[in-house]
């Protein structure tokens, strides 16, 4: 459980698709000025994801190795064809929003490098973990740029009015640099958390050496 746990974790955090890893960058920047759009693609990519990882893991021993790549690309063609046909049923407004994007997911790195590196290899117990985590962590990260282009490009969040109507829009944020500058916001914040919670331990580690040292003296 312990194991299942980490390998879900690690796409939250220690493997973040875009913190991290730095994939599947496109889009990412490109659908994050509205919060329903982040949570439209996230969730729709983290289908897609887990699909094709499901079901390239079950059949990894029959696909043969040499045309290994097309037939990824025929698995998460037909699930992406399938939220794209959902979204447009069910969701006109959201599909029209993020336009293009939703069937670029086809080609999107994460999903192509998770089913190479980690489905393809790896029993269908593990890989389920595998994609949630790394689906909602794409997720959740694409939420945080659009809550805060949304809000400081617009004043409000999902048409709800959150800032004072005094308040004068940054159009800055709404247009393409605003996204790069707030991605590296997060990338800096996530490097500054990191080294924080490194930093507790690396005392602790010099103060064991420090006492040791000091007790051989003795």
Same mark, same amino acid.
């Given at each position: ?6 390998i879900?974790?690690?796409?939250l955090?220690? !493997? ?9 960058? /496109? ?15 996230g ?5 897609? +994801?887990?699909?094709? !990882? ?14 290994? $790549? ?12 399938? $939220?794209?046909?959902? @979204? ?20 999107? /790195? ?5 089913? !190479?590196?980690?489905a ?11 994609? @949630?985590?790394?689906?909602? #962590?794409?997720?959740?990260? +694409? ?9 400081? #490009?617009?004043?409000?969040? @999902? ?8 308040y004068?829009?940054?159009?800055f ?11 590296? @916001? ?10 924080? +919670? ?12 420090? /006492?040791g ?6």
């Amino acid at each position: 459980m312990k194991r299942l746990f980490r390998i879900f974790t690690n796409g939250l955090i220690r !493997e973040n698709p875009l913190l991290i890893l730095m994939i599947g960058l /496109c889009s990412s920047l490109a659908v994050t000025t509205a919060v329903v759009n982040g949570i439209g693609m996230g969730l729709s990519m983290t289908f897609v +994801l887990l699909m094709s !990882e499901l079901v390239i893991s079950i059949f990894r021993k029959l696909i043969p190795d040499s045309i290994r $790549i097309p037939i990824f690309i025929i698995i998460i063609a037909a699930f992406t064809t399938v $939220i794209d046909y959902v @979204l447009k049923a069910w969701f006109p407004d959201l599909s029209k929003a993020m336009g293009v994007f939703i069937p670029l997911i086809v080609v999107n /790195c994460i999903i192509m490098g998770r089913v !190479e590196g980690f489905a393809s290899k790896q029993p269908a117990g593990d890989v389920i973990p595998d994609a @949630l985590g790394m689906g909602l #962590g794409y997720t959740w990260v +694409l939420t945080g740029i659009a809550l805060v282009r949304e809000l400081l #490009g617009s004043g409000a969040i @999902l048409g709800v009015q959150i800032l004072p109507s005094s308040y004068q829009p940054i159009i800055f944020f709404v247009l393409p640099p605003g996204g790069f500058f707030v991605f590296a @916001l997060f990338i800096a914040l996530n490097l500054y958390i990191k080294s924080r +919670l490194k930093a507790p331990k690396a005392d602790i580690s010099a103060a064991g050496t420090h /006492c040791g040292a000091a007790g051989g003296e003795a």
